[in-house]
């Protein structure tokens, strides 16, 4: 591997971090970073009813839900990277231990992100995502606090 592909990876894998602690933090701006503006959002792996959604979209209905949460962490882990020129696939696996409002027990979740990723002016940013929800225990609609 060249000193470039060594480089563009690491950029990479700021990006994925840049992408938790936006979220776990509720940075919206910070999330919306690492994608590019058109970037095309996928979560309907956790949700049936959710769309998928473009980026600033995207950040509104993640900071009106996910912002509510007293407690989240996203990690994101066994990060796989393959580079073709200036595009690049990104599959992570990530964990999410959490505390749903409403709920007394916490709840986790874990599964895999798929990005395609784009250099840009700007540096590498994702411009698609999909997330595969693998398991949730203690989903939100599970049992809430009486």
């Known amino acids: 591997m060249d000193l470039q592909a060594v480089s563009d990876k690491l950029e990479i894998q700021e990006q994925l971090a840049r992408y938790a602690r936006g979220v776990d933090t509720n940075d919206y701006e910070l999330w919306k970073s690492v994608f590019t503006p058109d970037a095309l959002i996928d979560y309907t792996s ?11 979209e995207m950040a509104a209905h993640l900071e009106a839900g996910l912002g509510q949460m007293p407690m989240k962490i996203h990690y994101i882990t066994n990060v796989e ?20 409002p409403g709920m007394a027990e916490q709840s986790s979740c874990g599964g895999y992100y798929f990005h395609d990723f784009v250099r840009t002016p700007d540096g590498w940013k994702s411009a698609n995502l999909t ?5 949730f225990v203690n989903p939100p609609s599970a049992r809430p606090t009486s």
């Not at 990277?81 to 749903?100: E, H, R, S």
């Open 131 to 135: 997330e595969k929800l693998v398991w």
């Open 81 to 100: 990277i393959t580079l073709d020129g200036d595009k690049a696939k990104v599959i992570a696996q990530f964990f999410n231990p959490m505390q749903v």
């Open 46 to 56: 956790t949700s049936a009813t959710l769309p998928v959604l473009r980026r600033d």
